[in-house]
């Protein structure tokens, strides 16, 4: 069985109360995003260590509840506000009544959490480097830090950031770099969503140092650099009850193809259907296998035309796919 360590330093207690007839229904989940890949790579049948920082009575509930899950989690435990939130959905609509970042992490902290990250993450197949629940809770250079270090010792990492802690990561190397073109935005990587300006987006985030860049773009077909050449994914078109968490699930199901020894261009497929599939569902993360295989034989994947960079090598099949795009 394919382990996946997720290095997730600050889950959250999510709380939400949903409409019910006899009253209010009150739902408490471990979230955040590791936590959201975390459970759709158990769905994939893939073994998950998670390591984080657990604060206050929050994170004891939380570990519970992920022991509930089955997600094994290697915790430094603090005295401290943790991350939370408490959602009201009674009308339909999302309500926050209670969002909490936590407290950020001390020094002490952060030293315990990377050492029994590198611990755990050299024994397994692959890293994935997920974000906190807030801005402040760590410095980012410790994405740079961590990537550096796992790419040294031969595990690859895969990482779903964004800003200042996408620099560092890249800085220090990954393997798959995962980015929505809202992410590019927002980063100042794009003035706009077209696409040359995303292509252009994703051959820097390559140079800066990784391997494969994928981006999502909503509704559109995704996009994937993987050294010089692009592919164009579309998954199934399905009817969206919660775009929360898909990328997350995105991310898991190339995760989990990748631990198995699987190339990228099989990954991609899977986590698009992993993506396609979280849409449908409120549980984020959530899913079951057998519909995720059903699902990857209706995405699609096409060599997707660009223009070439100067000095750039194209294939055999990326010159076909320019030929016919024009």
């Not at 893939?46 to 509930?61: A, H, K, N, Q, W």
């Not at 410790?142 to 550096?148: G, N, Q």
């Not at 980015?179 to 100042?188: R, T, Y």
């Not at 099989?266 to 993506?275: D, K, N, R, S």
Request: hydrophobic share 40%.
């Amino acid at each position: 069985m394919a382990h996946v360590v997720i290095f997730a330093p600050s889950p959250l207690l999510t709380v939400t109360v949903e409409e019910h007839p006899d009253g209010g229904d009150v739902h408490v989940h471990a979230g955040g995003q590791g936590v959201w890949q975390a459970r759709m790579l158990l769905r994939l049948g893939v073994r998950v260590t998670m390591c984080s920082v657990l604060s206050g009575e929050g994170g004891g509930v939380i570990r519970h509840l992920l022991d509930d899950e089955g997600i094994g989690v290697i915790a430094v435990e603090r005295e401290a506000r943790g991350a939370a939130y408490v959602h009201d959905r009674r009308d339909g609509e999302r309500v926050p009544l209670i969002e909490s970042d936590g407290d950020p992490l001390s020094r002490h902290d952060l030293d315990e959490l990377y050492g029994l990250t590198l611990r755990e993450g050299l024994g397994g197949d692959l890293v994935i480097l997920s974000g906190p629940a807030g801005k402040d809770a760590l410095p980012p250079d410790v994405y740079r830090r961590l990537a550096a270090d796992f790419r040294s010792n031969d595990r690859r990492v895969v990482v779903d950031l964004a800003g200042e802690r996408l620099r560092a990561a890249l800085e220090g190397g990954v393997a798959v770099a995962k980015v929505s073109d809202e992410e590019l935005l927002a980063d100042g990587r794009v003035s706009e969503r077209a696409t040359g300006q995303i292509v252009d987006a994703m051959r820097a985030i390559r140079d800066e140092g990784a391997e494969t860049v994928i981006v999502t773009r909503s509704r559109e077909p995704l996009l994937m650099l993987a050294g010089d050449e692009f592919t164009e994914v579309t998954p199934p078109t399905m009817e969206v009850t919660d775009t929360r968490g898909a990328g997350d699930s995105l991310t898991a199901g190339v995760a989990s193809s990748l631990a198995a020894g699987e190339p990228i261009a099989e990954a991609i497929l899977v986590g698009a259907a992993a993506g396609a599939l979280n849409v449908t569902r409120h549980g984020l993360g959530t899913g079951d296998a057998e519909a995720i295989e059903a699902l990857r034989g209706r995405v699609s994947a096409r060599p997707f035309a660009t223009t070439p960079e100067p000095g750039e090598n194209v294939s055999p099949a990326g010159l076909a796919a320019r030929v016919e795009e024009k």
